[in-house]
């Protein structure tokens, strides 16, 4: 009597939605973003941290604070978006919190990006720090014209005004 060998495999996936990492969201237009803006804002923390004769303390003091604010604040939208976090605190509007944050880090790093490159007085790492300044205002407007698309949207074709 012949014998047969049946072999049994069992695979299983795991989805994002069941708590593990989307990695997947380090790969798409928000991510990358969200990725420039935190590597932007962390050599901005460095270069003014790390500069010697800060020729205006006050004003390299403020991009500091606002540049380190911001920083925080994207590394922790990332870690959400990474971990699907913001889908368990459904309580919280996360796309007009965004926006908000988009909007204010926006103007503020502008702001403190053009004091810094007037201040800097050929201090390299305070130019520098400046220039990133302005590249991470950049990746914000970016992400704020995305972030409006995405909460405002455009209003249906069969809709009538």
Not at 21 to 48: N, S
Not at 90 to 104: A, D, G, M
Request: charged share 5%.
């Amino acid at each position: 009597m012949p014998h047969a060998v049946v072999t049994t495999t069992t695979t299983s996936s795991r989805t994002p939605a069941d708590g593990t990492m989307d990695v997947g969201y380090a790969r798409t237009i928000p991510g990358l973003l969200k990725l420039g803006q935190i590597v932007a804002l962390l050599t901005v923390v460095l270069c003014v941290h790390c500069a010697h004769g800060w020729p205006n303390w006050a004003a390299f003091q403020f991009f500091e604070v606002v540049a380190m604010w911001f920083l925080g604040v994207f590394l922790i939208f990332f870690l959400m978006h990474l971990f699907k976090l913001h889908a368990k605190m459904s309580c919280i509007n996360w796309p007009l919190t965004e926006f908000f944050h988009y909007t204010v880090g926006a103007i503020l790093v502008f702001i403190a990006s053009i004091v810094a490159a007037t201040k800097s007085r050929d201090v390299s790492a305070l130019v520098t720090a400046s220039v990133f300044g302005f590249i991470a205002t950049f990746l914000m407007v970016v992400s704020l014209w995305t972030s409006y698309s995405v909460t405002c949207g455009s209003p249906h074709a069969g809709a009538t005004v």
